[in-house]
Every structure is written in C-alpha cells, then in structure tokens.
C-alpha cells in the first residue's frame, strides 16, 4: 500500500467543479489583480477568524514582515521568537533590520516556551513571535498577560494554524498584527503562494492595503515605500471555495490524529504529540531516537515522512553572524534529530492510518 506523506487529491476532487467554476469567473471578468474575489476572500476570512480585517499578500512570509513593519519595528528593536519554528518565521524579524531573540522549545508540547520568554525581554524587546508549529495553539493567554505587563506587542505566526483555537478564540486574532501562509499544503492553501494579516486595527489594515501595493494610496500617489506583494485573484477566488470546507477538512486531520494517539500509545520510544482538539493537526509530529531508521523502513513500506524541521534555525548558515552555537537552544536541537511527521491530510482513510499503525509497530517490535 502506498501512504503519501501528504496529498491534496482528496480535496481538490471535492471541490474539483467548484474550483474549476470560480477561476473560470476570474478567467471570464479579466481582472486578475485587487479584485471582488481578493475584497470577498478577505472579508470572509476575517469572519473566519473572529478579526474586523484582513488583508491578502502574497506570501506567509510578508504577512510576517509587513506585520511587523506596520508596527513600526525596524533596527534597534528585538523580536522574540521560538527556537523551533520554521526559518521563515526569523526572516521576517531579520527583514526589518530588527534582532532575533530566539527562545528554546518547551519539551512538553515542542512550542515556545512561555517561562522563558519572561527573561529574554529586554528594553529593546518590541514584539513577541508565537508559532502554532503543527497546528497546535500557544499558551495564548500567558503570552497575552506577558505582553501586556511589558507593553509588547504580539505577532502570530499562524502560517499552521488555520482554524486552531486557544480558549474558544481562534489563532490569528489575539496579536495586534497576524500573519498566515496559504501555501498549498497548508490547512488551507492556494494553488499556489498567498499569505494575509489579520487584524482588529482599521489603521494597520489601511496601511497594510497601501503597503502591500507599492505604498500607493491611489494610482499614482505613493506616501510611503511600499513592496508589491497582492494575493491574486485567482487564488483569492480558489480560497473562497477552500474556506467552506476547512472546518470539515480540520475534522478529518483530527480523527486522523485521534487514530495515531490511541494506536501509537505505548509504542517504542515514541512521544506522541499532545491530544488536543482545538489542534487543527497540520502535521502530526512524533520524537523517536530511532528516527532516520524508522523513517526508512517506512519508506520501504511506501510510507512517507518529512522531518519538520532537521536544522533549526540558530544553526543555519544564514544565521552564521549571530554566532549561536550548539547546545545554545538544547530543547530545540533534540527536537531537529527526533521529530518525523506521519502522513497526515484530509481524506487519508482508515486503511492507509492502520498500515502507518501497523508498520510502526512492526519496526519497534524489532527493536
Ligand atoms: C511556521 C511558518 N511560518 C511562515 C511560513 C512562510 O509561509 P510562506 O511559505 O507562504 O512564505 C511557513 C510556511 O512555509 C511556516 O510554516
């Protein structure tokens, strides 16, 4: 049996004439840039996520830096940000001239960890970054109470967290200036690449509009330096559709979940995520000191994995100025050598979870 690590098969059948429909309608209008489908996509999304605003960019990674440069942070400022994350979430920081100030992974749910964040604030601390890596929410009401007491602001990094809530509230809305990613494998994803910020603030979206679109505020005015970064019509037109059933698919990737944390309980050396289900489950991460041997008998198996993410950060050469170290973010490097994402998608079904079960357990039975 073959079990891709990830497919958009499932999904993009579902929805195949839909999809086909809304992009023959941009096709048909001719208006392909800062149109009615990206004016509608944003209102609905921001309806989605509990926000008054959205507005769509091209990328995760500009929402990350635009949102941070709406908030006017630049050189001298710091920005604290996980150990564990994704790069992009630190290139963002590094493109407005401000400093990275990453802090380690908390081992019990491999997210930021909160207590730790206290001591790395200092008087040039700007912003706090947090990531709900996997889908899984961040202690937001810590997270809050820190910022607030330290007069910070917060930037989510929800490019995973499509539909993952903390206490009932959707991630995306909590910071001043959100960030997502619609990179097609995502939660929720284009056909292509897209991002947006979500916010409550009617100045900070303005700003963004402009931003966004080369500064300009019409045609040809242009107050400030702006970039070009425009969600197109035609992914905004293909996300309107995504966005019906992202709380279906959401559901799909838990029971999905659910399966694994029952049937992998116990299983080797194998530390499971945590079981939670306000996690949307982008990917489902489990530690194994045994992880490139398992990743390659699953292979055999017509398994496959991805390592989310084998060198963090601190370690990279594009870090190499900073001068970290190994060992300078212990918890984070443990998790780079043991972490292996399981298939995980929407539309997986039970026999391909139970081959996954079923191969996993074979391989720890040998050991
Ligand atoms: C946590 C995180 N932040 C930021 C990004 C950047 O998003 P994009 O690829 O759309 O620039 C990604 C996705 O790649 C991500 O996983």
Known sequence: MSVPFCSLKYAHDQIKYEAEKAMEGVYRRGQFILGTELEAFEKEYAIYCGTRYCVGVASGLDALYLSLHLLGIGPGDEVIVPAHTYIASWLAITRTGAKVVPVDADPANMLMNTSLVKKAITEKTKAIMPVHLYGAACDMSQLMEIAKKNNLYIVEDNAQGHGATWKEQKTGSFGECNATSFYPTKNLGALGDGGAITTDSKELAESAISLRNYGSTDRFTNPVLGINSRLDELQAAVLRVKLKYLDEWN?????????????????????????????????????????????????????????????????????????????????????????????????????????????????????
């Open 251 to 367: 559901g799909l990737r838990r029971a999905v979940a659910q399966t694994y944390l029952t049937q992998l309980k116990g299983v080797g050396d194998i530390i499971l995520p945590t079981a939670s289900y306000a996690s949307v489950y982008h990917l489902f991460v489990i530690r194994t000191q045994y992880r490139e041997e398992l990743r390659s008998f699953l292979f055999q198996k017509g398994i496959g994995t991805t390592v989310h993410y084998p060198i963090p950060p601190h370690l990279q050469g594009a870090y190499s100025s900073m001068r970290f170290k190994k060992e300078d973010f212990p918890v984070s490097e443990k998790l780079a050598e043991t972490v292996l994402s399981l298939p995980m998608w929407p539309g997986l079904d039970d026999g391909q979870v139970e081959w996954v079960v079923r191969q996993v357990k074979e391989f720890f039975e040998g050991k």
